[in-house]
């Protein structure tokens, strides 16, 4: 069975850090694009980042997160720096539905969901 | 401000049908890129319900279907029933923004 497993959410200072990380089974995982989407407390769901075989970033985080991957561990990252107030999110890890690793990225369906990790960002 | 504009809400009785919009520009769904749409329940992580504007994943009846015209796509459902209560998300890609984008989402109610 495929599963996605999010972990490293908590409470955080504003201007603080935070490393989520995302444990994928059930499939190639190095085959796949993965992705982090959010949604803030009573918001819609935010496409944050991608990394297939280059990173791309929502406006609202470049340069101040960053996606990476291990395909040893079948582990997908997300480091968050000088981390705000509106960052508060639950942070979901998702995996493209068709497979492939190419430097262009036109985006895709996301088949496959972890149940999330809440990240708190508060004094 | 979400790029991909849906309804706040839409409601119908069980049986009924109803549809559901997602209204995007030339830069996304008039593109040309694909358009999915995803069930959320609350507690619950996001559900794929429909992908490349038409076709169901397996599992997902037939009751739900996906069209995409010009700017716009929608998401129909059929014999509506009390568990489809729930919010409706459709995401396509932007090539301004190059990224992923999703609609603000409607929350379906079923009377």
């Known amino acids: 069975e495929m599963q996605l497993v999010e972990s490293g959410g908590g409470l955080v200072l504003p201007g603080g850090s935070l490393r989520l990380s995302c444990a994928a089974s059930?499939?190639?995982?190095?085959?796949?694009?993965m992705n982090w989407v959010r949604q803030a407390p009573g918001k819609g769901l935010e496409w944050v980042s991608v990394i297939s075989g280059s990173t791309f970033y929502a406006d609202s985080v470049r340069g101040r997160f960053t996606i990476s991957r291990d395909n040893s561990k079948n582990t997908l990252y997300l480091q968050m720096n000088s981390l705000r107030d509106e960052d508060t999110a639950i942070y979901y890890c998702?995996?493209?539905?068709?497979?492939?690793?190419?430097?262009?990225?036109?985006?895709?369906?996301?088949?496959?969901w972890g149940q999330g990790t809440l990240v708190t960002v508060s004094s | 401000q979400s790029v991909l504009t849906q309804p706040p809400s839409v409601s119908g009785a069980p049986g009924q049908r109803v549809t559901l919009s997602c209204t995007g520009r030339?830069?996304?769904?008039?593109?040309?890129?694909?358009v999915s749409w995803y069930q959320h329940l609350p507690g619950s992580a996001p559900k794929l319900l429909i992908y490349s504007n038409n076709e169901r994943p397996s599992g997902v009846p037939d009751r739900f279907s996906g069209s995409k015209s010009g700017t716009s796509a929608s998401l129909a459902i059929t014999g509506l029933r009390a568990e489809d209560e729930a919010d409706y998300y459709c995401?396509?890609?932007?090539?301004?923004?190059?990224?992923?984008?999703f609609g603000g989402g409607t929350k379906l109610t079923v009377l």
């Open positions: 059930g499939f190639t995982f190095s085959t796949y694009a």
């Open positions: 998702t995996k493209d539905k068709k497979p492939g690793i190419s430097a262009y990225w036109y985006g895709d369906a996301f088949d496959l």
């Open positions: 995401q396509s890609y932007d090539e301004g923004l190059s990224g992923s984008v």
């Open positions: 030339s830069s996304n769904i008039g593109a040309g890129y694909t």
